[in-house]
Each structure stands twice: as structure tokens, then as C-alpha cells.
Nanobody, 124 residues
Framework: QVQLVESGGGSVQAGGSLRLSCVASEYSYRSVCMAWFRQAPGKEREGVAAIYRGGVPTNYDGSVKGRFTISQDVAKHTLYLQMNNLKPEDTAMYYC?????????????????WGQGTQVTVSS
């Protein structure tokens, strides 16, 4: 069982930045692929970005490409999401997820392990 704990959410104005962190209880075959998802009020959860243990591949949803960067510190068992130029439509609960898929896509069914989420609110 991989346990994931997110942090770094908060409230910012449009154009601002935040960096989310997710600490994993283990970096093993169970967490070879890690990803960020988000769920806005009244909407379905959607994939934001995913990264394989070696850093390649990385996959981004089109709505965040060029603004968000996913990265990881393997030694610290920590996943990051740097979010720049935030927009009100980025407001959501952000979740960290881990799985063993070699494809490392932003598909929810590829991730059996999930964190509790951290809230990001962007005001205009």
C-alpha cells in the first residue's frame, strides 16, 4: 500500500504561482508512475500531468501545458507540481496518484493509490 500526502495548496490571485508537493511512503514498482489530477466543484476529476520514475515520459493535459511543470525528487520520495500563471479555471482540489503503469498516462484507472487532496483557489 502506497500512502500519499499532498501539501502546498492555497489561495492566489490570477497570474500567481503555487508549488504542490506529494510525499509517497515508498518509491517502488507500485509507484513507478506518479501523476496529478484535479477536480473542480461540480465537475469530474481530470488528469493534469504524469511522470515516469526516470522522468520520461511526462504527459500534460492541454489546458496546463506551458504553465505547469511536473517533477520529482526520487531521493525524497516527493512529487511536485509547479503551477505558474494560474487562472480562475485552475481552481480545484488537486490529488496526487501513484501506479505501476509503464504508459504513465493521465488515466485514473491506471492509478490505484491516491492522496487526500490539497485545495487550490485562484481568484480573478
Amino acid at each position: 500500500q502506497v500512502q500519499l500526502v499532498e501539501s502546498g495548496g492555497g489561495s492566489v490571485q490570477a497570474g500567481g504561482s503555487l508549488r504542490l508537493s506529494c510525499v509517497a511512503s515508498e518509491y517502488s514498482y507500485r509507484s513507478v508512475c506518479m501523476a496529478w489530477f484535479r477536480q473542480a466543484p461540480g465537475k469530474e476529476r481530470e488528469g493534469v500531468a504524469a511522470i515516469y520514475r526516470g522522468g520520461v515520459p511526462t504527459n500534460y493535459d492541454g489546458s496546463v501545458k506551458g504553465r505547469f511543470t511536473i517533477s520529482q525528487d526520487v531521493a525524497k520520495h516527493t512529487l511536485y507540481l509547479q503551477m505558474n500563471n494560474l487562472k480562475p479555471e485552475d481552481t480545484a482540489m488537486y490529488y496526487c496518484a501513484a501506479g505501476s503503469s509503464l504508459f504513465c498516462r493521465t488515466r485514473q484507472d491506471e492509478y490505484p493509490y491516491w492522496g487526500q487532496g490539497t485545495q487550490v483557489t485562484v481568484s480573478s
